[in-house]
């Protein structure tokens, strides 16, 4: 049997139980096999067995009280999955459908992602199955600070980063560092990415996955006689990475009609009026649907059975920005027959397999979420880099290391797809890009 089906088969016995991690094990194995027949010291050396098991999980219990003295339990994760070119480095998501083969996936797909950027991290994620929606700042803070009470013993600015995620923003890392500075006695600005402005958190940092996407769209357009300005672009979600996406590309030109949320997507014909969005998800914290009865003409449409109506408005371009599967085989579908020419996964997997397939057969230019999303773990190794220097860049500085970061990122995945005759396959770019730089720094440094 070829070695990457291998892999994947004894994988697939192993953990039979993570659907999520299986599948970007497949996603990333599958666009291989030219490589692995190029060197066979990768075989030799069992570098898919050993980049395919994390370098270590802990998973954990917090305990916490909510404001009526009730006591709460949730699970804890945080998995460090592979340590060879820098700290490992990962966000940490705040949500129900946390579970170990989620966080596998998240944590995997970063070793990736962490390459691609050119700067010195691993790859790592964390998380738990809480709640954030309807808690109180109090009962938020209560349960950061358990988290941390557990978390601070496996994390450190030379060890392991984490950043935030869906549902932990700048207010939760907030509550986490303060804990884990009160733990240590010791000010470790380094040890979380994505702090406040006020202590040690850098410029632009908020903006970066969103207007990385966008720099490495403009990018992928450029190479294939594209542009930006002037085309129809649906965005899911309106979380940070939704909301700065949205403005980088009404910056460029853009026409973004529609974006969404966990309960529906709006549709505005005249263009998202972002301030609106911003008061609502960024002030409010309220539901998107509050959108449409705001600003009259746009029309807001519920999910029904977990399908998202989002998918089926015409536009050019879509860059799914929410949460990982949120565009299936039919949903690509949909997309390509109201006339999609390039998607963006600002998102982490957010395409199924068979979506990605699809969009490919049919020529639909795809920036893959390894890539494409990369601005927001670049901008915080950037982040790490002022906090170690003790001095901060303005956000102009920050920005244009960013862009600059995400062209190289996009030449990277276009070079290693050249350099194996994938045309405009993007998604195998970028796997092979990353996977060559991690798989070298494995080999140099021996068997561990
Ligand atoms: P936020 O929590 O800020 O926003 C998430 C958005 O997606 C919200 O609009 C949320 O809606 C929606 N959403 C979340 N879960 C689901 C779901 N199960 N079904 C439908 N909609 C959902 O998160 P981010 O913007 O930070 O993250 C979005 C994606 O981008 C994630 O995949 C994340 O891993 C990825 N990413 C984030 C980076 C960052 O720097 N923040 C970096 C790289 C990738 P609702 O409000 O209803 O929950």
Redesign the pocket.
């Known amino acids: 049997m070829e070695y990457t089906n291998e892999v994947l088969e004894s994988l697939k016995k192993k953990n039979s139980n993570e659907p999520e991690f299986l599948q970007a094990a497949n996603e990333v194995l599958s666009t291989l096999k030219p490589v692995i027949d190029r060197h066979p010291e990768y075989k030799e050396n069992a570098l898919l067995e050993r980049m395919t098991e994390p370098e270590r999980l802990v998973s954990f219990r917090v305990s916490w009280m909510d404001d009526n003295r009730k006591v709460h339990v949730n699970r804890g994760y945080r998995v460090q999955f592979n340590g060879a070119i820098g700290p490992y480095k990962g ?1 940490l ?1 705040f ?1 129900p ?1 946390v579970n170990q083969s989620i966080i596998k996936f ?1 944590g995997f797909e970063q070793v990736f ?1 962490n390459a691609l950027t050119g700067l010195p991290i691993g790859g790592a994620k964390g998380g738990s199955d809480f709640d954030p ?1 309807g808690k109180s700042d109090a009962e938020i803070m209560r349960f950061c600070q358990s988290f941390m009470n557990e978390l601070y013993r496996h994390i450190g600015q030379d060890v392991d980063v984490p ?7 700048a207010r939760e890392i907030g509550y986490l560092f303060g804990q884990y500075r009160k733990i240590r006695n010791a000010y470790e600005a380094g040890v979380l990415t ?1 702090k406040g402005l006020e202590y040690g958190g850098s410029l632009a ?1 908020k903006e ?3 207007y990385g996407l966008l720099y490495f769209m403009r990018e992928m357009l450029k190479a294939n006689n594209m542009d930006i300005s002037g085309k129809t672009v649906l965005i ?8 700065y996406a949205c403005e980088k590309a009404q910056q460029y030109g853009a026409k973004v009609v529609a ?5 529906g997507c709006i549709y505005d014909a005249n263009g998202i009026k972002l301030d609106v969005i911003k008061q609502i ?1 960024e002030v409010e ?1 309220g ?2 649907k509050e959108y449409a009865e705001r600003v009259s003409g746009a029309v807001y449409t519920e ?1 029904v059975n977990g399908s ?1 109506p989002i998918w089926n408005i015409k536009a050019d371009i879509a860059l799914p ?4 599967n ?1 565009i299936n085989l039919e949903e690509a579908k949909l997309l390509v027959s109201n006339g999609v020419k390039a998607v963006g996964e ?5 395409t199924t397999v068979e979506a990605i397939n699809y969009f490919l057969e049919k020529g639909v230019l795809l920036a893959p ?1 390894k890539a494409a ?5 670049a ?2 190794a950037l982040e790490m880099s002022q906090n170690s220097m003790r001095y901060s860049w303005t956000f102009e500085e920050v920005d244009e290391k960013l862009d600059k970061i995400m062209t190289n990122i996009f030449d990277a995945c276009q070079k290693a797809a050249k350099e194996y005759n994938l045309g405009t396959n993007y998604v195998a770019g970028a796997n092979i890009a990353a996977f060559d730089k991690v798989s070298k720094a494995m080999l140099a440094q021996g068997l561990i």
């Open positions: 966000g998501r949500h459908s998240l992602k929606k950043a935030g995620d869906i549902g932990v923003g994505g940092r970066a996955t969103g899911s979600g309106s979380g940070n990475v939704a909301i974006m969404s949320d966990s309960n998800k914290r539901r998107i999910n998202h920005c929410a949460t990982q949120e600002g998102a982490n997997m957010p979420a999303n990369a601005g927001g773990v901008t915080s």
